[in-house]
C-alpha cells in the first residue's frame, strides 16, 4: 500500500510542481517514447547481459514482491516454532518415528499441519537435514550450528542477488540518461540553421533524456532495489529462526525453552507474543 502511495506522491510531487511553475507537459510527451526507447533499452540490455536467467526472473518478480512486502508474517513465525515444537518432541519421544516426518516431509501429518511451511523447500530441507544430522549422531551443537550458519549465510547471498542487479541499473540509468541527452545534441546541431522556437523545442527534448535517466534511477529503481533488500532480509530472518531452535534442542535444553530461543530470535515486529505461543503449544499438547 505505501509502495503504490509513494509511486503516486513522486509522479503527482513532481509532474504538478513542473506544471504549476508553468512548464509544458507537450515537450517531455513528445521525446518521452524515444528517449524512454534508448535509456529503457539500454538499460535492459544491460540488465540481461550482466545477470544469469535466475538473477533476471527473480529481479523481475521481486518489484511486485516489494509493493507487497515480507512473505513471512507473524502467524508464520508461531507455525514454524509450533512445528519444530512437535519435531523436537517427537526426536526425544522416538527417534524412528521421527525418520518418517523428516525423510518424507510432504506426507508428514506434522509438516501438512502447516502448509505455508511445507511449501518453502529451503526451510524445510534445513529442517531435516539437521535433524537427520542428530539421528546419524553428528550431534555437535557448535558443528551443526556452523553447518546450517552456512547454509542460512548460502540463501541469504543468493537471495541478494536481485536487489544488488537491481541497484547496478539504478547506478547506470543516469549516464545512460547523459548518453541520450548527448544524442538529442547531435541531432540538434545537425539542424543548426533552424529558427530558435524549432532549436528549442529540440534542446528541450535532448535534455529529457537526462531528466529521465535521473529521475528512473533516483525516484524509481534504486528505491524498489532498497525496499526488496530490506523484503529480502526480513525473510532471511525465518531461517535464523529455525536455527536457533535446533540449536538448542542439540544442547538438549527442555522443548519449551528451545521454542522460546526461537521466538527471541525474530524480529520484534513479527515475534509472537509470549501467551501466544503458550496458548497455541498448549492447544498442540492437547490434541496430541
Known sequence: MFGMLGIVLTFAMVFGGYILAG???????????YELMMIGGAALGSFLLANETAVIKSALGGVGRSLKGPKWQESDIQDVLCLLFQLLRTARASPVDLESHI???????????????????QAVSLISDALRSASLNYD???????????RIRLIEDEAMHAPHALQNMADALPALGIVAAVLGVIKTMSAIDQPPEVLGKMIGGALVGTFLGVFLAYALVAPFAHRLQAVM????????????????????????????????????HVRPTFGDLENALRDLKRAS
Request: include cysteine; hydrophobic fraction near 35%.
Open 23 to 33: 512548464g509544458k507537459l507537450a515537450v517531455i510527451l513528445h521525446s518521452l517514447p
Open 140 to 150: 555437535d551443537p557448535y558443528q551443526v550450528e556452523e553447518m546450517l550458519s552456512q
Open 233 to 268: 532480509r526480513q525473510d532471511q530472518s525465518f531461517y535464523d529462526v529455525i536455527k536457533s531452535v535446533l540449536i538448542a534442542g542439540l544442547h538438549q535444553h527442555a522443548t519449551n525453552l528451545c521454542v522460546e530461543v526461537g521466538r527471541q530470535a525474530a524480529p520484534e
Open 103 to 121: 525423510e518424507d516431509p510432504d506426507n508428514s501429518p506434522l509438516f501438512q499441519s502447516f502448509p505455508r511451511i511445507l511449501q518453502d523447500k
